[in-house]
């Protein structure tokens, strides 16, 4: 897969299948999208394309001090494109004066002369352009206008819920972990920089790693303990994690701590890991003593293990 991160770098296609758009959190519905582009692609033996942003356009028009928190990096997202077999990305920075160019002038300057697109496929409710004015309407007719074949997909439901990307968010958010995983299609994680904490785990016997996560604007779980995979110093090591305050010890600092069930690790401070979510196992909350504490861990860790065999396949 080739990745173009400016127009400036990119060289156009004869012709092509393309898709557009942000695709904050790659789910299942945008899966299908993808795979009609590549699906059309192989039939007429031309190139599959994607045009997406970065920074998130969210992140540029929202003027206030809290950004919307994403469910995936950009190199997340591309593994995830290079998997389901596209062919070229190209990558416009997202701007403000970007902002501002109207849906057939990016048509007309942009993907016309460096696509030629034979085929357009779009989500049914998509829209890009200044003020958004780039929805299925105004494609339909521009496609109409210049022969290109329009394809609009319907959306993806899990039960009667339309899958999408705030409805992901907020089952994250809420510690609907499996539910999530399920419509993403994919385990949520991030990267994340490991740190010195505080050592309460190791005085416990449950030592971890404190871990930051690289983007700043990532969205982070409910509070609670986790089973989770990591992936450090190229090994792929099950865990258990917990995100929150640390209410024994009378803290109040968010910190996510991940205990590895792996023993002869070199150092890793300072080592960027990646870590993924896999099963939520309980709510935090605050034990009378460490002691307590350390009973419960001891429950905690069982059933990890126990769940760990649902993954070791994958």
Known sequence: MEIYRSLNEFIPIGSSVITIGSYDGLHRGH????????NHAQAKNIISSIVTFDPHPKHVLDKSRVKLPLIMSMDQKLNILQSLGISKVLIIPFTSEFSRVPAKVFMDNIILPNFNPQ???????????YQREGGPAFLK?????????????????DGDVIISSNNIRTLIQNGYLRRANFELGSFFGFMAKVVHGAGRGKGLHFPTANLIPI???????????????????????????????????????????????????????????????LERIRDEKK?????????????????????????TQE
Not at 119 to 129: E, K, L, P, R
Not at 237 to 250: A, D, H, I, Q, S
């Open 31 to 38: 899966h299908e999208i993808i795979r009609s582009v590549v």
């Open 119 to 129: 085929v357009i496929v779009a989500g049914y409710d998509h829209h890009f352009g």
């Open 141 to 157: 007719r521009y496609c109409l206008d210049h022969g290109i074949d329009l394809e609009l997909t319907e959306p993806i439901k």
């Open 215 to 277: 983007d700043q604007n990532q969205l982070m779980p409910k509070p609670g303990v986790y089973l989770t995979r990591g992936t450090i110093n190229g090994l792929h090591l099950f865990g258990m994690c917990n995100f929150g305050v640390r209410p024994t010890f009378e803290e109040k600092e968010l910190v996510l701590e991940v205990h590895l069930f792996y023993d002869d690790l070199d150092d890793i401070y300072e080592k960027v890991v990646w870590v993924e979510f």
């Open 287 to 311: 034990f009378p003593s460490p002691l307590e504490l350390k009973k419960q861990l001891e429950i905690d860790k069982i059933k990890c293990l126990e769940l760990q065999g649902k993954y």
